[in-house]
């Protein structure tokens, strides 16, 4: 089985998927047939951007494999959502570099990796909110 990123010279890796020659739809991860025409579909690097359009927390460490136990072990609540691209394909993403009080639908994102599940990290971290909403303050975490 290939990978699902391929390396796209001058923007950096991006995911592969494939677009349908006859309708156009785009589909991800690669597939050689069209699921909505049946005609045939040519391999596309997808845009690297997307924006968020659902999300939840993964609370419980997924089977292993193929999820990977980070180093040191233990396992820690991770978001994952669906990242929207431009060419209309919905990805599951394990979103880094974001706490769950932090996240927010249409919130831009850069895919970065995707070896396995597809990995994504707000395209601007630096406008998360790094304060907890009021609401929170003194809750469960
Ligand atoms: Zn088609």
Same mark, same amino acid.
């Given at each position: 089985?290939?990978?699902? %990123?391929?390396a796209v010279p001058v923007t950096g890796p991006a995911l592969r998927g494939s677009r349908c020659a006859a309708c156009? !739809?785009?589909?991800? /991860?690669?597939? *050689?047939?069209? /699921?909505s025409c049946g005609g045939p579909a040519e391999p596309v690097a997808l845009s690297t951007t997307g924006t968020v359009w659902t999300?939840?927390?993964? =609370? $419980?460490?997924?089977?292993?494999? *193929? $999820?990977v136990v980070p180093e040191g072990g233990g396992f820690r609540p991770f978001v994952v959502g669906y990242v929207e691209l431009p060419e209309g394909v919905r990805i599951l993403a394990v979103l880094d570099g974001v706490r769950p009080d932090e996240m927010r639908i249409d919130m831009p994102v850069v895919i970065t990796a995707g070896d396995g !599940? /597809? =990995?994504? =990290? *707000?395209?601007? /971290?630096?406008? %998360?909110p790094r304060a907890r909403p009021a609401r929170q303050e003194g809750g469960v975490s």
């Open positions: 089985m290939e990978g699902a %990123l391929t156009a !739809v785009t589909v991800h /991860p690669a597939d *050689p047939g069209c /699921p999300w939840t927390v993964q =609370r $419980y460490a997924p089977k292993s494999p *193929p $999820y !599940v /597809p =990995r994504a =990290r *707000p395209a601007d /971290p630096d406008s %998360l």
